[in-house]
């Protein structure tokens, strides 16, 4: 039983091109996340959702947009690829509680290639 | 934005050796976590700490929230070839929802 899933699990493509990776739950979790990971393995929180509201939104270019259907699913859509776009992609899952850190699981990673 | 400085970037030791790695920031954090990465996978939440001078353990793991609120540290005794990987801390700032993630530590565990 997977809990995070991502697919596709590896993406090569041309610069310029548009493409987008999916992101699903099925841990009944109300937010989601995209991490990146570069090849240094820095990760790093590009966006989050919460009840399919975007709560977090860091400093990415506009050429990158989160869609989120439902709470299950967030997608990731990358428009005119850039080979710095090159990296592991994250998704990841939590559920909002009281108090304290809320986990998140996160997916098996996307790894992009942009030619 | 806010920054964790994790060391040491790796780690190669003998099989049974104890590790140590540390992670230190110059603000103030309320939660402390450590994640283990292997490869192709994606991290996985390995000890969470919610308070300063907290100490927590899981196995052979072992974690520590600093008094400071700046800094932990994650000891892992007797290792085995199994803890490959990359060891991440992250933190969590007050009313944040955002993850701040060390830069890893990669540990290889020659038999």
């Known amino acids: 039983d997977t809990a995070v899933s991502q697919t596709p699990k590896y993406l090569v493509t041309q610069m310029g091109n548009d493409k987008s990776i999916k992101c699903e739950q099925n841990?009944?979790?109300?937010?989601m996340y995209w991490y990146k990971q570069d090849s240094k393995k820095f990760l790093k929180i590009m966006f989050s959702y919460n009840n399919k509201e975007l709560i977090i939104n860091e400093t990415v270019p506009n050429r990158f947009s989160p869609k989120s259907p439902d709470k299950a699913h967030l997608n990731l859509h990358i428009n005119s690829l850039e080979l710095g776009d090159s990296a592991v992609y994250f998704c990841?899952?939590?559920?909002?509680?009281?108090?304290?850190?809320?986990?998140?699981?996160f997916g098996p990673g996307t790894r992009l290639t942009v030619l | 934005g806010q920054q964790l400085n994790q060391s040491p970037q790796s780690m190669f030791i003998q099989e049974g050796e104890d590790v140590s790695m540390n992670c230190t920031s110059s603000?103030?954090?309320?939660?402390w976590l450590w994640y283990k990465q292997e490869p192709g996978e994606g991290p996985v939440l390995l000890i969470a700490?919610?308070?300063?001078?907290e100490l927590t353990s899981n196995g052979r793991l072992t974690a520590q929230f600093g008094i400071t609120r700046k800094d932990s540290f994650l000891n892992i005794s007797a290792s085995i070839p199994s803890d490959v990987g990359i060891y991440f801390c992250?933190?969590?700032?007050?009313?944040?929802?955002?993850?701040?993630f060390g830069k890893g530590t990669k540990l290889t565990v020659n038999p």
């Open positions: 992250a933190g969590l700032q007050g009313g944040s929802e955002k993850l701040v």
């Open positions: 603000s103030i954090f309320n939660t």
């Open positions: 700490l919610y308070k300063a001078g």
């Open positions: 841990l009944g979790h109300d937010t």
């Open positions: 990841a899952s939590s559920q909002t509680g009281p108090t304290g850190y809320n986990e998140q699981f």
